[in-house]
């Protein structure tokens, strides 16, 4: 169980830095916002498991996971607004 | 040291990087920072959760969580109409 639970956070830190990585190597706003994606699915999905792994189906599992669901779909929402933005302001000049 | 606190520690940099793009490049960009930046709080208050045993952290992340839509909507706002 701990060697599933470090692989899992293994591959949340992974994912992250690929995130960051990604975020530095892509150059417009509107590649930039996958990142978020990413980082939030992958990320916060491997902390999550690794969460309910190491704390079974308790009280503070099901916070991990509300909080999971609230980040991506913040994360959905908050890519679409912040696209629309950048298109109102940025689109016409590319 | 548990595998918490070295996710911890190990994701801090990350958030580093995030915070520095907030300040560098165009505004459309330190907006997608911030954004990104956020998300990478709420991981790490969960995972410092974790790894101190503090269940009120967790409090911490639901509520930057769900206070980030409307903070980052705002500026997401003030973006389009006024930057």
């Known amino acids: 169980m701990n060697a599933a639970v470090d ?9 992250a830095w690929i995130g960051a990585l990604a ?3 892509l150059r ?5 916002l996958h990142v978020i ?4 699915v992958v990320a916060g999905g491997a902390i999550t498991a690794a969460a309910a792994l190491s704390g079974g189906m308790s009280a503070r599992t099901l916070q ?3 909080v999971w669901i609230v980040v991506v779909t913040a994360g959905a929402l908050l890519s679409h607004a912040i696209a629309r933005a950048l298109h109102m302001r940025e689109g016409a000049r590319r | 040291m548990t595998a918490w606190i070295a996710a911890g520690l190990a994701l801090l940099p990350v958030l580093g990087l995030a915070v520095i793009a907030t300040g560098r490049g165009t505004a ?3 907006l997608v920072a911030v954004a990104l930046a956020t998300s990478l709080s709420v991981l790490l208050l969960v995972v410092f959760d974790f790894a101190f045993d503090q269940p009120s952290s967790l ?4 509520a930057l969580a769900l206070l980030a839509l409307p903070g980052t909507l705002v500026l997401a ?5 006024w930057l």
């Open chain 1, 7 to 15: 692989a899992l956070l293994a591959f949340a830190v992974l994912s």
């Open chain 2, 28 to 30: 459309g960009g330190r």
């Open chain 1, 37 to 40: 994606t990413f980082v939030n």
């Open chain 1, 23 to 25: 975020f530095l190597r």
């Open chain 1, 64 to 66: 991990c996971i509300f």
């Open chain 2, 77 to 81: 706002l003030f973006q389009e109409r």
């Open chain 2, 59 to 62: 409090d911490l992340a639901m």
């Open chain 1, 28 to 32: 417009t706003s509107f590649e930039r």
